[in-house]
Structures are given as C-alpha cells and as structure tokens.
C-alpha cells in the first residue's frame, strides 16, 4: 500500500515538476518583454540550468513528503477501525491535515493579495501626482549633426537654432524647446553655487543645486508654470547681462523673508559662472522621480542656452541635447514630419532616442510596478492553489461523507440545507485562512514601510484593499465549495 501511494505521488511530483520546468523555459521571454529597460543586466537573464534541476528536485522531494505522510498513517491505522469510518452511520474523518494546508494557503495568499494591492494602490497615487510639469502631447528627442555643422561651438549653437526654427513650422507643433538635462531620466547637473557675495572659501563647502540649461521656449514646451518675474529670451545671449531663473523650491529654501527676484547666484566648479541675476521663479519639477519626497530632488535653476560660452559647446558637452516638441496632435503623427525636416537640412544629421513625456513618467514608475506584477502573479498562484485545496477538501469530504448526507435527506433534510451546510464547511476553512492572513499582511506591510519606500504614502490598513482581498477570496471560496456542494445535494436517499 506504502509503495502505491509512494508510486502516485512521484509519478504525480515528476509531471508537475516536468510541466513547471517547460512553463520556465518558455516564459523567458514574455517576462523578459515585461521587465524594465533600466533594470541592471536584464540581458543576461535565462533559463539557468543548476537552478532548473534544483526546483525540479525540490518538486519532487516535496511530493515524496507529502504522499509518504498519509503513506505511512494509513499503513498504521486498524482495519477494525477503518471499516467501522466505513459504514453507513460513519461521519467521516476529521482530516485536520488538508484542513491545515488549505488555512495556510489561503493566509498566504491574502499576505500576497495584499501586496499587490498595495502597490497597486501605490501606483494609482503616483499617477495622480503633479510631476511639475504636463507630459501630454509631448515628445523628446536627440538629434546627432554632421562634422561640418558640429565643428565649432557656434556652428552646434546655430544647427540647433536652424532645427528648432524648422520644427516650429510643423502644423500641429504648439512649442519646441531645448535642454542639457531632461527630468525622469537619470541624467543630471549638479553643481555648487552661492547667492549674493559669500562665496565659500572652497567649492566642496558650498551647498548644491541642479542647473537645467535650456533655451526660451523650455517653459512653454513642458508647460512648467512661471510664477514670478520671466523667464528666459532670446535677447539673454553672449552679449547680455547674465540671468538665471530658480524654482519655488529654491526661492522658499534661500529667500524665505526676501524677494528672490534681483538676487545674485553665483555657480559652477572652477571658473564659476556668475554673478547672474535671478530674473524668474518658476515651479519645482519632480526630477528624479514620483516615488517618495525622500528621493535626490535639490534645489533647481534654470540658465539660458544662449549664454553658455562657446567653448562649452565645441568641447561637446553639449553637443547632445533633448528637443521637446509640444504637439496638439499624436506624437507618432508629428515624429515622421520631424524626422523629415531634419534629414532634408543635411542628410548625414539622425535622430534618435526617440520618446515621448508620458513614456519616461510610466517607466519612472517601475521600481514599484515590476513587484506589483511579480507579486500579482504569484497571488494568483496562490488563489488557485487555495481554491483548489478548498475544492478538494470539501469534494473528498462529500465522497466521505455521501451516506451521512443521504440519511439527513431521507430524515428530511432539504437540498439547500445540504448546500449550506457544504458551503459553510468551505467558508469556514477560507475565514479563518483570511483571518489570519489579514493579520499577517499587517504586520509584514508595516516592517515593509518602516524600511522601504515602496509602499510610501499607503496605509499599510488601506480599507480598499483589504476589502477587495476579502471578497475575492471569499469569492473564490464560494465558487470552489458551489460543485462539491451541487453534487451532495444531488444525492438520491
């Protein structure tokens, strides 16, 4: 009898286990398509062979385990005893043990719903917060210029001012910009500066600020609000004073009691720029990402292109800079127009690095969407091995049980009375599984939040979600009880 049940069980663990190892190998690549562009060394995931035979062993040394289990209590139970559970007036074993797996699965997979949830949430509140400025209808890109029209610092000025002036001309274009540094994609320029005429005795003592150089139409390209004062001109070049704009941010940190408009800022490593006059106040840009307020975001200028000495732009620092085009059309209407423009001026010009806003403000969200999938995932393995579990705990307990139903129904028990008293035995396995679960989940999403970010600014208690895991736990439940259920009811007395 040992050997039997050993038999089915391997035989059960090795199709499993061959079945999970086939899924693995074909599911690279969708998981692969799904995973984050910047996700470090994505490239060199693969199916890893050590690692395949390691699960596959481990599936199969677990349904060893569990078919030796009752393997071996049903080899130590009396024959008296057995046929006495049965006879006709039997009630069935209590079977404590699949009971207990049930209540674990099902708490598992509340703690996993939970999670996922939360992100879930986490994700809807980042898209619902103000990035500074608006990503509709906006679309970036670079552009590489041939040697001839990059072979000095104002031959780049000026190819990049021809560009600008030709895409302007686009119909559907409502503003095209240019900028050194573009938000939400990792790139930045910091630098040190001062305000007024204490200038620190070294650069590493002065505090730090993000310098965005770019040209007049930046603002209105990005719809970045102007608060106070202006913002850049044409007429800001070479040849006039020096200029700068700050951010709200910026002016609240520095100028808290005084009128930041006038004030001199100062700025850069060796030679510094300045003294610059701050001419602007406009809003604070949510630079390096939606997530958290704890992230890197400093204080912000704004410093006029055109203003930038030549040999900046000859010794190539800025020979690459982020066009952004405002359309009131789709940017893939207006991408094949642009590309037009820029290829007819000088054939050996590309353009690359293709992107639009909205695109760079999802993927700024991955750090919290991949574990939402991951973990959505694996809820939805957990829900269907729960309802599984449930589904068959109460089918064996009606096969068990079927002459016990059949002498209620001949004593005058009614099939909805059968119904309920199946389904009740199902929803009380899943309420106590989703008791416990909820209390766990808490605990965990609480130790998550106190040293990660991932859930910042969501009640780790969030009654929707909690709500929502129940009822479909709760769902799945019903659903899984409803044919074993059926079937009782159906039993003939």
């Known amino acids: 009898v040992v050997r039997q049940l050993l038999t089915e069980s391997t035989l059960l663990a090795v199709a499993g286990g061959a079945l999970g190892s086939l899924i693995a190998a074909c599911g690279v690549k969708p998981t692969l398509a799904i995973l984050p562009v910047s996700l470090p060394r994505s490239y060199e995931i693969g199916v ?29 139970s009396s024959l008296g005893e057995t046929l006495k559970e049965a006879g006709r007036t039997a009630s069935g074993g209590r079977h404590r043990a699949q009971n207990s797996l049930v209540f674990f699965q099902m708490a598992l997979t509340v703690v996993l719903l939970t999670g996922a949830g939360l992100l879930l949430q986490k994700i809807r509140q980042l898209w619902n917060t103000d990035p500074g400025f608006d990503p509709h209808h906006v679309v970036t890109f670079n552009v590489g210029f041939s040697s001839s029209a990059a072979r000095t610092g104002a031959g780049t000025r000026h190819a990049y001012q021809q560009l600008l002036a030709r895409v302007r001309q686009i119909p559907g274009v409502e503003a095209v910009g240019l900028t050194y540094v573009l938000p939400l994609t990792g790139d930045d320029n910091i630098t040190p500066f001062w305000t007024g005429n204490q200038r620190p005795a070294a650069p590493q003592a002065a505090p730090r600020m993000m310098v965005f150089d770019t040209d007049p139409d930046y603002l209105r390209a990005m719809k ?33 009691d005084k009128d930041p408009l006038g004030q001199n800022l100062t700025f850069g490593w060796t030679p510094p720029i300045g003294p610059c006059r701050i001419v602007g106040v406009v809003g604070h840009v949510r630079h390096s990402g939606l997530s958290v307020p704890g992230a890197y975001t400093p204080d912000q200028s704004y410093f006029p292109l055109y203003q930038v000495p030549n040999e900046y732009w000859s010794e190539g620092q800025l ?29 050996h010009q590309t353009v690359y690095d293709v992107q639009t806003m909205e695109q760079l403000l999802s993927d700024s969200m991955w750090p919290q969407r991949f574990p939402m999938i991951l973990l959505g995932i694996f809820a939805g393995l957990a829900l269907l091995l729960a309802s599984v579990g449930i589904y068959g705990v109460i089918s064996y307990s009606v096969s068990q049980r079927i002459h016990e139903i059949g002498i209620r129904m001949a004593l005058g028990a009614r099939k909805r009375d059968v119904l309920r008293m199946v389904i009740g035995q199902g929803l009380r396995l899943a309420l106590a599984g989703l008791t416990m679960g909820i209390a766990a989940a808490l605990i965990l999403t609480r130790v998550l939040s106190s040293f990660s970010d991932l859930i910042y600014g969501v009640r780790p208690t969030d009654p929707l979600t909690l709500t929502a895991v129940a009822l479909i736990l709760i769902g799945v439940a019903l659903l899984a009880c409803y044919i074993p259920a059926r079937r009782a009811a159906k039993v003939d007395p």
Do not use: H
């Open 48 to 76: 890893n062979l050590p690692v395949l035979v390691f699960a596959f062993g481990i599936a199969v040394a677990v349904g060893i385990l569990f078919g030796l289990a009752p393997a071996l209590k049903s080899s130590q």
């Open 224 to 256: 970045i609000p102007l608060l106070r004062g202006r913002f850049f001109t044409p007429q800001d070049n070479l040849k006039s004073p020096c200029v700068a704009a700050i951010d709200s941010e910026f002016a609240k940190e520095f100028f808290p």
């Open 319 to 347: 020979g690459s800079m982020a066009v952004i085009v405002r359309t009131s059309l789709s940017p893939a209407a207006v991408m094949p127009e642009i590309r037009k423009m820029a290829y007819g001026a000088d054939n």
